[in-house]
């Protein structure tokens, strides 16, 4: 079965200071993996994708994100934090042999400090 | 609209009604997913549309639980006879081809249903 795991709860950052938002995950067979963000009584938005290539994959509003096979993990990374990123972030996986489904992380509160 | 849109917003039930939470995907698009949030958690994956065909609804919690396409675009996610544990929002997204060959699914806004 896959499974999704986001560690903290809950991230406080600084503005201006790098942010990661911790994901990992467990599937039989290739992953597919994504990350979302959910803003306060708005649906969720898709940020990134990793599907193959490069383990660097670059997102909207300047997030990024790295796919590491031997540590099953697809950690969120920014640089410089913003207030404005503040929001619910949801890391997901889906697998070749796992139908259509998407299945999501229990998701990961990140507050940036002005 | 440009994006995928659920009615109602918002409904509030007593136990043992019956309920319909619709949606209307992105036009165009082929794939259509419901999924359940409960508060403070991630969404979990309830059923999954190809066009008309229900490829999977192997998250359905219950046979209360049933979703139908029938033209291949707007989509009903219906719960019979509501329980207090149905609670929850109520996620439709839409893709423009399978979901996972592109990765990005298009979510609306949800419905929260409250069973009193």
């Known amino acids: 079965a896959q499974s999704v795991a986001q560690p903290e709860d809950q991230v406080n950052v600084a503005e201006g200071n790098p942010l990661t938002v911790k994901c990992t995950y467990s599937?039989?067979?290739?992953?597919?993996l994504f990350w979302y963000v959910q803003y306060p009584n708005r649906g969720l938005q898709f940020l990134l994708k990793y599907i193959t290539g490069d383990n660097l994959v670059k997102g909207s509003y300047g997030f990024e994100a790295e796919f590491n096979k031997s540590q099953t993990s697809f950690h969120l990374k920014k640089p410089s934090a913003l207030v404005s990123d503040s929001a619910l972030y949801f890391c997901?996986?889906?697998?070749?042999?796992?139908?259509?489904?998407?299945?999501f992380g229990p998701g990961t509160r990140l507050s940036v400090l002005p | 609209g440009a994006g995928v849109s659920q009615s109602p917003r918002y409904k509030v039930a007593k136990r043992g009604q019956d309920v319909a939470l619709r949606c209307d995907p992105i036009s165009g698009h082929v794939s259509l997913f419901w999924y359940q949030q409960a508060l403070g958690q991630g969404p979990e994956f309830l059923t999954y549309?190809?066009?008309?065909?229900?490829?999977?609804k192997s998250g359905l919690p219950s046979d209360r639980f049933f979703a139908e396409r029938p033209e291949g675009s707007v989509s009903t996610l219906k719960i019979q006879r509501t329980q207090q544990e149905d609670s929850a929002v109520y996620l439709c997204?839409?893709?423009?081809?399978?979901?996972?060959?592109?990765?990005?699914?298009?979510f609306g806004e949800g419905s929260r249903l409250t069973v009193l």
């Open positions: 599937v039989s067979g290739n992953p597919y």
């Open positions: 997901a996986v889906s697998a070749d042999n796992y139908g259509q489904n998407f299945v």
């Open positions: 997204a839409s893709s423009l081809r399978s979901g996972r060959s592109t990765g990005e699914l298009f």
């Open positions: 549309f190809q066009n008309e065909a229900q490829l999977d």
